[in-house]
């Protein structure tokens, strides 16, 4: 007890070393004491052993907090005396950067679906033509490849041309029970002008397992859009073709803009066309090796960056991809 009472009592490190060397040092008198153990009677050795054993564990935890106090403690002092920094000072207001539309509507829409426990999937970008195309029942000779014209690579994979094309790999992968939600950028063959860019984001949702209907997919929806809104959106169904859904919806929201009051943005009309979406194809499963006959699903892909140009009113979809700070900066959130 009384070591560590005179541990206790030390202010600064070279009384510090001093006490090291006193007692805990190789040449220290709690050393000592130990190696002195072998000269006790026999019966004895065993309980002043641990005695002295204990002892020496309390000092040395005493000693390394009293160490690093002191070096805290010094630390500190030399920034207060140190004339050259003046920690006091209120921080130069460096100006913030702020995340680009795009980035920040991902993260509004994965963090609604993560709320309703959707796996958020971060899809290739470089993917096979089985993934774009087959896997989603758009085989070699359908129509509906013409219209989606993309960058091929000399390997004979390609940049995909929309979201659907993670529909098999995360099937595969996750299925057949899985709610999954997945943006990212496609790219298409598209001569570049206001409303058309080569390169733009799509998200992609879908959600499978048994029972599974259409009332999920309204519900879904309008979670997602009431949650980046901010207010409650109604949507419909009109029906539309697409080769992964059967049946195929084109899915209306109503304005947020103008709450169905009419607006530009939707023409007056009080809803603006949102996404397709629909009930996964039996063939788009199968393809998965998930059998239709037990499970199904909804799917539903919205494109990302014309929900950023609506939001923000962006008139030019270039922009989006200039890297131009002063557009950027104009975008009040
Ligand atoms: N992949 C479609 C496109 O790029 C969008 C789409 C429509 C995705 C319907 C879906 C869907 O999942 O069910 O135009």
Request: overall charge neutral; aromatic content about 10%.
């Amino acid at each position: 007890m009384d070591i560590l009472n005179e541990l206790a009592k030390i202010k600064d490190e070279n009384a510090l070393t001093a006490f090291h060397k006193k007692y805990l040092s190789k040449t220290g008198e709690l050393t000592a004491q130990l190696q002195n153990l072998k000269n006790l009677p026999a019966d004895q050795r065993a309980t002043e052993g641990n005695r002295i054993n204990e002892l020496k564990r309390n000092v040395e935890r005493e000693f390394f907090r009293k160490q690093t106090a002191l070096r805290e403690q010094a630390i500190n002092d030399q920034l207060r005396a140190d004339p050259l920094v003046d920690i006091t000072i209120p921080a130069i207001n460096v100006p913030q950067g702020s995340l680009h539309p795009i980035t920040y509507l991902i993260r509004r829409v994965t963090e609604i679906c993560r709320s309703m426990g959707f796996l958020v999937v971060d899809g290739n970008e470089v993917v096979t033509e089985y993934e774009n195309f087959d896997a989603v029942n758009v085989p070699a000779d359908h129509p509906a490849r013409d219209m989606q014209d993309t960058f091929w690579l000399t390997n004979g994979k390609l940049l995909k041309t929309q979201t659907s094309a993670m529909q098999n790999e995360i099937l595969r992968k996750h299925g057949p029970v899985v709610s999954a939600i997945f943006p990212g950028r496609c790219y298409r063959n598209e001569a570049t002008d206001a409303s058309h860019e080569f390169a733009f984001f799509q998200c992609e949702g879908m959600m499978v397992g048994e029972n599974i209907s259409i009332a999920n997919l309204i519900y879904v929806m309008k979670k997602i859009l009431s949650g980046v809104y901010g207010k409650d959106i109604d949507v419909r169904l009109r029906p539309g073709y697409f080769p992964f859904v059967e049946p195929g919806f084109e899915l209306d929201a109503s304005c947020p803009f103008c709450e169905g009051k009419g607006c530009s943005v939707c023409k007056h009309s009080g809803w603006i066309e949102f996404c397709g979406c629909g009930m996964i194809h039996q063939n788009v499963l199968r393809q998965a090796n998930v059998d239709p006959e037990r499970y199904q699903g909804f799917a539903f892909g919205f494109g990302l960056t014309r929900m950023a140009m609506m939001q923000y009113a962006i008139s030019d979809i270039r922009l989006l991809n200039s890297g131009n700070l002063e557009f950027l900066r104009g975008i009040k959130r």
